[in-house]
Nanobody, 119 residues
Framework: QVQLVESGGGLVQAGGSLRLSCAAS????????MGWFRQAPGKERELVAF???????TYADSVKGRFTISRDNAKNTIFLQMNSLQPEDTAVYYC?????????????WGQGTQVTVSS
């Protein structure tokens, strides 16, 4: 059974930092494209950043230069380092894993972790 567990969310003042983690079980993350998404109240879920199995990274324009996605294959975990946080970064952050296996695409989501940035 595949499970993704996010952690590291919390309350932080504007300008502060947080580091989110997403640990996987039942899945080898090094074989997956991994992404961080977020959903603010009343808004649709949006892509924050993703990292491919070859460690190529892509970021939403709103977080470029502030957020960094990375992976630790030995720990089967990905991270999202968030610096210079702003109130508009407040959202539930979700981890997503996507892999292609025997021609089929498998997608898995974590349960989310709340990030709240106060002004």
């Amino acid at each position: 059974q595949v499970q993704l567990v996010e952690s590291g969310g919390g309350l932080v003042q504007a300008g502060g930092s947080l580091r989110l983690s997403c640990a996987a079980s039942g899945l080898t993350l090094s074989n997956c494209t991994m992404g961080w998404f977020r959903q603010a109240p009343g808004k649709e879920r949006e892509l924050v950043a993703f990292i491919t199995s070859r460690d190529s990274t892509t970021y939403a324009d709103s977080v470029k230069g502030r957020f960094t996605i990375s992976r630790d294959n030995a720990k089967n975990t990905i991270f999202l380092q968030m610096n210079s946080l702003q109130p508009e970064d407040t959202a539930v952050y979700y981890c997503k894993a996507q892999r292609i296996l025997s021609g089929a695409k498998n997608v898995y989501w974590g349960q989310g972790t709340q990030v709240t940035v106060s002004s």
